[in-house]
C-alpha cells in the first residue's frame, strides 16, 4: 500500500529519553533495549481497523519515538490489518540498526473487525510472510505467539503452534520468539521447546494477575512486556493514582508508567497513543521516582480491584 521511503529519522541522541529507564537484554541475544518502547496498536483507525484518520500524524509519532531514542516497537501485521505495519515501513524503513520490531502472530480480523483465532499451520506461516512484506525486513526480531483467552483459561497447550514459529526460526524468518497472553504453565511449556525472550501480558497497577509470572521470568533473565499498561481501551482512573500524580506534580499516565518500571527490572514498556504530546508525556516517566510510601499506595489499587 505504501511505497518504502528513503529518508530517515534524526539519529538517536547519546543520551535519550528513552534511555532513562535503563536497558534491558533479551536472552541468548545481542538485542539490548531501553526498557521504554513504543506500542503501535493505536496508529491504525477506530478501533484498530482501517486507515488513520491522519496519517501524517502518524507517520510523525512513529519518528518522534525514534528520535527520542525509543528502540522497541510492537506491532502485529493484524493492526489494520497490514496497516500499522506498512506505517511504520513508511516513517521509519529503512530501519535504524538499533531499532528492534516486535510483532505478533495468533489471530486475524474478519470483515467484521472481530479478531478470530488464527493458529493452524498455514494460518502461522501467511501470518509471518505478511509481517516480513509489510514491515520491509528478510527476517522478524521477534514473534510472539498469542494465545487466546479461553486458551489461556483453559491452559491448553502451546506446543503445536509454537511448533510452527520453531521451524520458521529455523528456516531464518524469524530471529527470536515470545509468547503473549498466556499462563505461567503455557510459558513453562514454551520454555521446555524452545527459548523464548519475552512474555507479553495483560497487566498494569490495577491488574496484577501475573505478579507471581512476572517475579518468575525475572529470575530466568526473560522480559516480560505488559500490554495495556495504561488501561488499554479503558484508560486507568483512581483516586489513588491522582492523588499520586498530583503529589509527584506530574501526570496519572506517567505515574501509572513508572510503577510499572520500579515493579519489576525485566519489564519493558510499550504503551500506545497515536499523539505525539501523549508520546513526549509517557516517555517523560522514564525519569520519574516514585517514592517507597507512595508506591505502597499505588500497590492498594490492585487490591481494592475485583479481580
Ligand atoms: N498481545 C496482545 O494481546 C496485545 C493486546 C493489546 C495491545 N497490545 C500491544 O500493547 C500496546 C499498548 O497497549 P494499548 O495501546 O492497547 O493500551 P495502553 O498503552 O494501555 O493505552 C493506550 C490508550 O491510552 C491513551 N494514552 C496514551 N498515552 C496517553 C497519555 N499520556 N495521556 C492520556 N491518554 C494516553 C491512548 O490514546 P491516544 O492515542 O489519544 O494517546 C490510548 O487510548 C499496543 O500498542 C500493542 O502494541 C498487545
Redesign the pocket.
Known amino acids: 500500500m505504501f511505497d518504502a521511503m528513503t529518508s530517515s529519522t534524526s539519529s538517536t541522541p547519546s543520551t535519550s529519553t528513552a534511555a532513562l529507564a535503563g536497558t534491558f537484554t533479551l536472552p541468548g541475544s545481542d538485542i539490548t533495549l531501553n526498557r521504554m518502547g513504543y ?4 496508529l491504525a483507525g477506530p478501533h484498530v481497523w482501517g486507515p488513520p484518520k491522519d496519517m501524517d500524524a502518524a507517520v510523525a509519532v512513529l519518528r518522534e519515538a525514534v528520535a527520542l531514542g525509543i528502540d522497541h516497537i ?3 501485521d493484524y ?1 489494520g490489518p497490514h496497516v500499522t505495519n506498512q506505517i511504520i515501513r513508511r516513517a521509519l524503513h529503512p530501519y535504524p540498526q538499533e531499532l528492534t520490531i516486535v510483532t ?1 502472530v495468533g489471530n486475524r480480523r474478519a470483515d467484521d473487525a472481530s479478531w478470530p483465532a488464527a493458529l493452524s499451520a498455514p494460518e502461522l506461516i501467511s501470518a509471518v510472510h505478511d509481517n516480513l512484506r509489510n514491515l520491509g525486513v528478510e527476517a522478524l526480531d521477534v514473534v ?1 505467539l ?1 494465545m487466546q483467552d479461553d486458551q489461556r483459561q483453559s491452559d491448553a497447550s502451546v506446543a503445536e503452534p509454537l511448533a510452527v514459529l520453531v521451524d520458521l526460526k529455523r528456516r531464518g524468518s524469524i530471529r527470536h520468539i515470545g509468547m ?2 498466556v499462563s505461567a504453565r503455557q510459558v513453562m511449556e514454551a520454555r521446555s521447546i524452545t527459548d523464548i525472550v519475552c512474555v ?3 497487566y ?1 497497577l490495577a491488574h496484577r494477575e501475573d505478579d507471581a509470572l512476572i517475579d518468575d521470568l525475572a529470575q530466568h533473565g526473560i522480559a516480560f512486556t505488559p ?7 479503558t ?1 486507568l482512573q483512581s483516586s489513588a493514582l491522582a492523588n499520586a500524580a498530583a503529589a509527584l506534580q506530574t ?1 496519572p ?2 505515574v501509572a508508567l513508572a510503577w510499572l518500571l520500579q515493579r519489576s527490572p525485566n519489564i519493558l514498556l ?6 505525539v504530546a ?2 513526549r ?2 516517555l517523560a516517566a522514564a525519569a520519574l521516582r516514585i517514592p517507597q510510601e507512595t508506591l505502597a499506595e499505588l500497590n492498594a489499587i490492585a487490591a481494592n480491584v475485583t479481580r
Do not use: E, V, W
Request: proline share 8%; no cysteine; glycine share 10%.
Open positions: 506500542g503501535a496498536m493505536q510492537d506491532t502485529s493492526y505478533k510472539n498469542r503473549s497472553n507479553q501480558n495483560h498494569n500490554f495495556f499498561p495504561l488501561g488499554g481501551f484508560p501526570t499516565m506517567q510499550i504503551p500506545g497513543t497515536s499523539s501523549h508520546l508525556d509517557n
